[in-house]
């Protein structure tokens, strides 16, 4: 059964910091890719940032320096800390996981990923 279960989200002013969870079961956490996508209204779903199943991270250019992927490995609990917050990041945030390797894991592509969540609201106004 599919267990990528996303919180966090709400609406802050644009400078703010919003921090997502994304309750995975043990089997995904452990041992997929895993991470954060976005869909604005209108727009593709798009790659945010992802973590690969030895820990390393990927991030979009719009996000670096800005967003932060950490983990709490006792509660496989995976975290999108957002600061700095901009009317652009404006979206649905979706948690995924996908059985790939590094170097798919790492470009971020919505299609490399087979698992998701039901997403979380992330509003941020101006």
């Known amino acids: 059964q599919v267990q990528l279960v996303e919180s966090g989200g709400g609406s802050v002013q644009a400078g703010g910091s919003l921090r997502l969870s994304c309750a995975a079961s043990a089997y995904f956490y452990r041992s997929h890719c895993m991470g954060w996508f976005r869909q604005a209204p209108g727009k593709e779903r798009e790659g945010v940032a992802t973590i690969s199943s030895d820990g390393r991270t990927s991030y979009a250019d719009s996000v670096k320096g800005r967003f932060t992927l ?57």
Do not use: H
């Open 70 to 126: 950490s983990g709490d490995n006792a509660k496989n609990t995976l975290f999108l800390q957002m600061n700095s917050l901009k009317p652009e990041d404006t979206a649905m945030y979706y948690c995924a996981a996908g059985s790939i390797g590094y170097s798919y894991c790492r470009t971020r592509r919505v299609t490399d990923f087979d698992y998701w969540g039901q997403g979380t609201q992330v509003t941020v106004s101006s």
